[in-house]
């Protein structure tokens, strides 16, 4: 079974940064894999915010943190990363890591969160004025 842990959530001043962290366990290789963040913050539906294609590091992200957030990976770790930059208080949410095997990367399909059956637990990004 996979799964999904994350880690790095915490307490920023806006235009601060933080780096969350989605260790991945359960499968001998994740290159088949789509890795994603999508958020949700209170009274919102769960959002689509970054994914990366594990072969290849093929990336997508919203339009509203183009530029400020940047999804990679680490092959050894198998582990995924979103370094955000700038933060805002709009981006105050609970970060989720999500996974799904299909190696179907078209940006319709990546950015649903119907398509993806592994998730984490969640971490909190809380973002103060």
């Known amino acids: 079974q996979v799964q999904l842990v994350e880690s790095g959530g915490g307490l920023v001043q806006a235009g601060g940064s933080l780096r969350l962290s989605c260790a991945a366990s359960?499968?001998?290789?994740?290159?088949?894999?789509?890795m994603s963040w999508f958020r949700q913050a209170p009274g919102k539906e769960r959002e689509f915010v970054a994914a990366?294609?594990?072969?290849?590091?093929?990336?997508y992200y919203t339009d509203s943190v183009k530029g400020r957030f940047f999804i990679s990976r680490d092959n050894a770790k198998t582990t995924v990363y979103l370094q955000m930059n700038g933060l805002k208080q709009e981006d105050t949410a609970v970060y989720y890591c999500?996974?799904?095997?299909?190696?179907?990367?078209?940006?319709?399909?990546?950015?649903?969160?119907?398509?993806?059956?592994?998730w984490g637990q969640g971490t909190q990004v809380t973002v103060s004025s």
């Open positions: 990366m294609r594990w072969s290849g590091g093929s990336t």
């Open positions: 359960g499968r001998r290789t994740f290159s088949s894999y789509t």
């Open positions: 999500a996974a799904r095997s299909n190696p179907n990367f078209d940006g319709s399909v990546v950015r649903s969160a119907n398509q993806y059956p592994y």
